[in-house]
């Protein structure tokens, strides 16, 4: 299993993004400033790591100058609310390989975690995801039930990313906010029960099975 670290010092920054990378299928591990980011980071037992600029003591630049400094090439993915170019530039050019503003939605953070690592075990190694007769070309942004073509707004495309990609597991609603609205979205708000409405009525009513008290599961 890939484990990915996670440098960031917001415990709700933190748990957002645990939850929906463990639901994807990785393993995490958690530091909170950024002398414990560097001494785990090097380390080298990680996959991938998820380096706040923000971080106490240690900023997220100077850990990442010390990492790129000793050798360390483990993919770094800069998470920050600076989004200035002069700080883009300083990251990208410290060695970091790619670079997340904050606020942000899960399913683009996971979307840059598996373009930086690969898919792993038990993913997709091509961009055709399918379970049954659903196909969803993610490069195209098409999908087809049973041979026919189904068009899907974008959220809704990316409902259904995530249902496939979890084909079997309940996803709570707040999972599913995360990886399709952002962390910032109103927990409160049921968009989420009429954006799997509209999905059902466009792949089939049948195939997402309501999960009460917890949420949603494709069959």
Known sequence: MRTILIAED????????????????????????????LI??????FDLVLLDIGLG????????????????????????????????VRGLE???NDYVTKPFQFAELLARVRLRIGDGEG?????????????????????????????????EFALLEVFIENAGQVLSRDQLIGHVWGMDFDPASNVVDVYVRALRGKIGA?????????????R
Do not use: K
């Not at 785990?40 to 037992?45: D, I, V």
């Not at 400094?69 to 989004?83: H, K, N, Q």
């Not at 091509?126 to 999908?143: F, K, Q």
């Not at 049948?206 to 494709?218: F, H």
């Open 123 to 155: 993913r997709a190694s091509g961009p055709v995801l399918a379970h049954g007769d659903v196909h969803v070309d993610v490069r195209a942004r098409r999908v087809t039930v049973g041979g026919e073509m189904r068009e899907l707004t974008s959220r």
């Open 94 to 96: 410290s060695g970091a």
């Open 206 to 218: 049948d195939r997402i099975e309501t999960v009460r008290g917890a949420g949603y599961r494709l």
């Open 40 to 45: 785990l980071a090097r380390g080298g037992t």
């Open 10 to 37: 917001d415990p709700h920054i933190v748990s957002f993004v645990r939850r929906g990378l463990r639901a994807a299928g990785y393993d995490t591990a958690e530091a909170a400033d950024g002398e414990t980011a």
């Open 57 to 88: 003591g240690m900023d997220g630049f100077d850990v990442l100058a010390h990492l790129r400094g000793e050798g360390v090439s483990t993919p770094v993915i800069v998470l920050t609310a600076r989004d200035s170019v002069i700080d883009t």
